[in-house]
């Protein structure tokens, strides 16, 4: 018996199942293409950027306008990570190998992708990360059973 009168022998369990963590059965690559293409955006402004003098005042608005960058293709690197480990982990399932035997390998690259452009500024990885994004697009939209284009905003 328990201190409030409830007797633990006697409390009902309940099992529920679901895909995910919340079975909304809402899912998009979408989310993860303007992540990546921020993160894209950020590197290409990162490496236009001119170093001016460091004694100017010019200098610390590089600065600024540098930090400005890296932490937005930082934060949305770490967002189309997130956005494609949600596709991986609750939308695919087992039986999507069959028809997509790449598909573990394209979001392992990709998860890794982001992590590099994430620590580093690389035009070539985040192109690769957008290359990525674009294959797993398309993976989606197929085992859905669906023809959508891949359209970038940018």
């Known amino acids: 018996m328990t201190d409030k009168g409830i007797n633990n022998d006697e409390i009902l369990t309940i099992e ?4 995910c963590d919340g079975p909304c059965g809402v899912y998009d690559p979408a989310s ?8 894209q955006s950020m590197t290409k402004k990162m490496m236009a950027l001119e170093v001016p003098d ?4 010019q200098f610390v608005r590089y600065l600024n306008t540098m930090s400005r960058y890296a932490a937005i293709k930082e934060e949305e690197a770490q967002k189309c990570k997130d ?5 991986w ?3 695919f399932k087992p039986q999507h190998l069959d028809s997509i035997p790449e598909l573990h390998d394209t979001f392992w690259q990709a998860a890794k992708l982001c992590s590099a452009c994430k620590v580093e500024v690389s035009v070539q990885h985040a192109q690769e990360l957008m ?3 674009e294959s797993i697009h398309n993976m989606f939209w197929t085992a859905k059973g669906r023809e959508v284009p ?5």
Do not use: G, K, P
Not at 54 to 57: A, G, I, K, V
């Open 16 to 19: 529920a199942s679901a895909h």
């Open 32 to 39: 993860a293409r303007v992540a990546a293409e921020a993160v």
């Open 54 to 57: 460091t004694q100017s005042e």
């Open 83 to 87: 956005e494609l480990l949600v596709l």
């Open 89 to 91: 982990t609750d939308f």
């Open 131 to 133: 290359d990525a994004v």
């Open 150 to 154: 891949w359209i970038r905003a940018s």
